[in-house]
């Protein structure tokens, strides 16, 4: 059986201005598989980039976007256990497609929602949250007094890993894009904060920590502070570059990490963190669990109607956005 809804399209890659709200057919669930309505959609980054056609191979065209969202179980394929039509559930991963009113998804995907957080609130934190997590937990497991560069401090990823951060016993120094963003980095957990292009990011980082360096740089940025997150290690420090905001990240020639301090550099991607469905249910009892102990507080959440999508992706692209971005059906 086929019903319809309506979904964001993305026919050809290039800007905002590609994608269109269209009314689309969503056939029955098919085996392993949930039919879930939207309550609430996440927006991130790599909805950009694929927007763009620069993560990976390109997505097949026409396309949906949109890998994370909190919805309400409608309906089950053949062969599904564990769930039942009227749970709420959210996910990350699996294929493209959350900027729409329903949708179906791989139950392998779906995570049950303890009662007590909001459709908002879950939208906002599960794919940032589990980011998150399996950076600093998994990636590079943070220990109590580690030193930690985490840039973009106060943006979705950011907001919530300096929160756990300083809940280990870290000591984190987060960069931000503005003095307006330097207060809700210190409400983070910063206990520095370098406002991007106000001075030489990587002599501020060696001042701060005495000439030693941090053993563990985060950078989501790319190309505008690669350089200077290498930089800013110490000797056998490790650079987690996991994000491109401000454009690629330039050739590297590999003998310079050994010139630099034996450095470690990694490029993860959450989906090699949560292929493993123990991990990732794991990963998600820990984010929840952090949530309700309070250990993270929500960050700031910015909404739009899903039928201003471009304008939300445009807004997050141009640094105009705090916090995290959800779409509401």
Known sequence: MTTQTRAIRLSQFGGPDVLSLQDVELPSPGPGEIQVRHLAIGLNFIDIYHRRGIYGPPLPLPAGLGVEGVGQVTALGQGVTGFAPGDRVAYVGGPPGAYALARNLPAARALLVPDGIDDTTTAAMIFKGLT?????????????????????????????????????????????????????????????????????????????????????????????????????????????????????????????????????????????????????????????????????VPPQVTTYPLDQAAQAQDDMENRRTQGSVVLLP
């Not at 905001?245 to 590999?254: Q, R």
Request: net charge neutral; proline share 4%; charged share 20%.
């Open 132 to 296: 998150a997590e399996y950076l600093i937990h998994r990636c590079v497991a943070v220990r109590p007094s580690d030193r930690v560069l985490f840039h973009a401090a106060a943006g979705g990823v950011g907001s919530i890993a300096c929160q756990w951060l300083k809940s280990i016993g870290a000591e984190v120094i987060g960069t931000v894009g503005s003095e307006a963003k330097a207060d809700a980095a210190r409400r983070n957990g910063c206990a520095h904060v370098i406002v991007s292009g106000s001075e030489d990011m990587a002599a501020r980082v060696r001042q701060i920590t005495g000439g030693a360096g941090v053993r563990v740089a985060y950078d989501s940025v790319g190309a505008d502070t690669f350089a200077a997150s290498l930089d800013s290690l110490g000797p056998r420090g490790t650079l987690v570059s996991f994000g491109e905001s401000s454009g690629p990240v330039p050739p590297l020639a590999v003998s310079s990490l050994g010139a630099k301090g034996s450095l470690f550099l990694t490029r993860p991607s959450i989906a090699h963190y949560t292929a493993d469905p123990g991990e990732y249910r794991e990963a998600a009892r820990r984010l929840f669990a952090a949530m309700a102990d309070g250990t993270l």
